[in-house]
């Protein structure tokens, strides 16, 4: 007797199949990212140097850790909640004379740059069984936080200036995904909105999933994200690339 309970509760352990008691996903993710980013900030009448945060500054790229927690709302929707913070660091000897949000920094001046990013998301999404068992496809309902803090400083002069850019908004895109065996997982997603001449953002993913047990899921995959901000003459470009890899733990 013992021993067939033993291989029951094993045969369950191994089933990939979603049951109702599954009704919350944890996940953690890292992702290795590229940084394409630039800014214009003026203060008052003083204009603002269009800035390459790259090239001028040489902010470096950076490796950034996720959180999801997904809970289940029904058979085939789920809502998620999703954040990251990561921060890009970059220090450089200043080949041009740049303003960034009122404060000059004379050319042949060293600079230390602070690109702190700060993302969070609560989203909704009901996928369809277009074909049950193999292949869901639904929308994806969004509302997406950002803060961006970046801080200048010139150690030998002294001089230091920060900005702080939040923003907010709505977004709206599909999720869908397609299980060509039971322990496989191929999905994607992609969300976002235009705001006409004042900017746009999206955020886009695909990848694989594979779940060798139930409860247990490795996955990974490649991801973009591109905002857009430009209002009068200041604007911010914040475009993120690169692949991820994750796990995800399910009750």
Same mark, same amino acid.
């Given at each position: 007797?013992?021993?067939?309970?033993?291989?029951?509760?094993?045969?369950?352990?191994?089933?990939?199949?979603?049951?109702?008691?599954?009704?919350?996903?944890?996940?953690?993710?890292?992702?290795?990212?590229?940084?394409?980013?630039?800014?214009?900030?003026?203060?008052?009448?003083?204009?603002?140097?269009?800035?390459?945060?790259?090239?001028?500054?040489?902010?470096?790229?950076?490796?950034?850790?996720?959180?999801?927690?997904?809970?289940?709302?029904?058979?085939?929707?789920?809502?998620?909640?999703?954040?990251?913070?990561? *921060?890009?660091?970059?220090?450089?000897? $200043?080949?041009?004379?740049?303003?960034? =949000? &009122?404060? /000059? @920094? !004379?050319?042949?001046?060293?600079?230390?740059?602070?690109?702190?990013?700060?993302?969070?998301?609560?989203?909704?999404?009901?996928?369809?069984?277009?074909?049950?068992?193999?292949?869901?496809?639904?929308?994806?309902?969004?509302?997406?936080?950002?803060?961006?803090?970046?801080?200048?400083?010139?150690?030998?002069?002294?001089?230091?200036?920060?900005?702080?850019?939040?923003?907010?908004?709505?977004?709206?895109?599909?999720?869908? *995904?397609?299980?060509?065996?039971?322990? $496989?997982?191929?999905?994607?997603?992609? =969300? &976002?909105? /235009? @705001? !006409?001449?004042?900017?746009?953002?999206?955020?886009?993913?695909?990848?694989?999933?594979?779940?060798?047990?139930?409860?247990?899921?490795?996955?990974?995959?490649?991801?973009?994200?591109?905002?857009?901000?430009?209002?009068?003459?200041?604007?911010?470009?914040?475009?993120?690339?690169?692949?991820?890899?994750?796990?995800?733990?399910?009750?």
């Amino acid at each position: 007797m013992l021993t067939t309970l033993l291989v029951v509760a094993l045969l369950v352990l191994l089933a990939p199949e979603t049951t109702l008691a599954q009704i919350v996903d944890v996940e953690g993710r890292y992702w290795f990212t590229d940084l394409d980013a630039s800014t214009r900030i003026e203060s008052r009448s003083i204009p603002g140097t269009r800035i390459d945060v790259g090239q001028d500054l040489d902010v470096d790229d950076a490796n950034i850790p996720e959180v999801r927690l997904t809970f289940s709302t029904g058979l085939s929707s789920k809502l998620r909640l999703a954040y990251l913070q990561g *921060s890009f660091d970059g220090d450089t000897t $200043l080949g041009q004379s740049i303003q960034f =949000s &009122g404060t /000059t @920094f !004379g050319a042949n001046t060293r600079v230390d740059t602070e690109l702190d990013l700060y993302y969070g998301r609560i989203g909704w999404t009901w996928q369809f069984p277009v074909v049950p068992g193999v292949f869901k496809l639904g929308p994806l309902l969004e509302l997406k936080g950002l803060v961006v803090d970046t801080t200048v400083r010139s150690p030998g002069t002294g001089r230091r200036e920060s900005a702080l850019l939040p923003m907010a908004f709505p977004t709206v895109g599909a999720m869908l *995904s397609i299980t060509p065996i039971a322990a $496989l997982d191929i999905f994607a997603e992609v =969300s &976002g909105m /235009t @705001f !006409g001449s004042v900017g746009h953002v999206v955020d886009a993913e695909a990848g694989v999933r594979f779940i060798p047990v139930r409860f247990l899921a490795v996955s990974a995959g490649y991801r973009v994200f591109d905002v857009r901000i430009e209002h009068d003459d200041d604007f911010a470009k914040l475009k993120l690339t690169g692949p991820f890899i994750g796990a995800s733990f399910r009750f």
